[in-house]
T-cell receptor, first 117, second 113 residues
């Protein structure tokens, strides 16, 4: 199994409070991703990172920010949580294998269940 | 982006083979076909991928049609642990850098004891 951990694994918070989710990898992979999974929508990309301090938006980035100050850590922050951000959040990593782009696989963490009341 | 179509659900019996179909009629020549699965309460995990030729690994086999417009994931001898949602995803070999995975609804596979 790829060395990916997510913390916390479960969180309950109130509307309007800030929340930070952490993804930690031990694989030294270049790319890291945050997805959310909701019933009826499958997994959707929130943000991703292609190196330390290098990040970009995915398809559902509104209301979220990210930071990556070290290769191994990718943080997802909900500045002011809303009930619509209740979801399961998955972090993923990939190596970025140059000429083998189409063959690159992503490895996923165990997920964080977030409930915003 | 090329899209994939999969049945919403399938059911099989333990220790029998399972064939999970995926249609991708608009696939381009540079698209690799990837399969991931998601076990209950877990993150997705990679299963197998291929371009043109059939592929085998310890988890499954991937059969790709000659025109590449469809593929089939084959679990040779299903176990209860194979009950999961299976996703067929196309990955473009031309795109550099980070590639988001576009997950559809997948096929929910139920295995009966």
């Amino acid at each position: 199994d790829a060395g990916i951990t997510q913390s916390p694994r479960h969180k309950v918070t109130e509307t309007g409070t800030p929340v930070t989710l952490r993804c930690h990898q031990t694989e030294n992979h270049r790319y890291m991703y945050w997805y959310r999974q909701d019933p009826g929508h499958g997994l959707r990309l929130i943000h991703y990172s292609y190196g330390v301090k290098d990040t970009d938006k995915g398809e559902v980035s509104d209301g979220y920010s990210v930071s990556r100050s070290k290769t191994e850590d990718f943080l997802l922050t909900l500045e002011s949580a809303t009930s619509s951000q209740t979801s399961v959040y998955f972090c993923a990593i990939s190596a970025g294998q140059g000429a083998k782009r189409g063959q690159e696989t992503q490895y996923f963490g165990p997920g964080t269940r977030l409930l915003v009341l | 982006d090329a899209k994939t179509t999969q049945p919403n659900s399938m059911e099989s019996n333990e220790e029998e083979p399972v064939h999970l179909p995926c249609n991708h009629s608009t696939i381009s020549g540079t698209d690799y076909i990837h399969w991931y699965r998601q076990l209950p309460s877990q993150g997705p995990e990679y299963v197998i991928h291929g371009l043109t030729s059939n592929v085998n690994n310890r988890m499954a086999s991937l059969a790709i049609a000659e025109d590449r417009k469809s593929s089939t994931l084959i679990l040779h001898r299903a176990t209860l642990r194979d009950a999961a949602v299976y996703y067929c995803i196309l990955r473009d070999d031309r795109i550099q850098g980070a590639q988001k995975l576009v997950f559809g609804q997948g096929t929910r596979l139920t295995i009966n004891p």
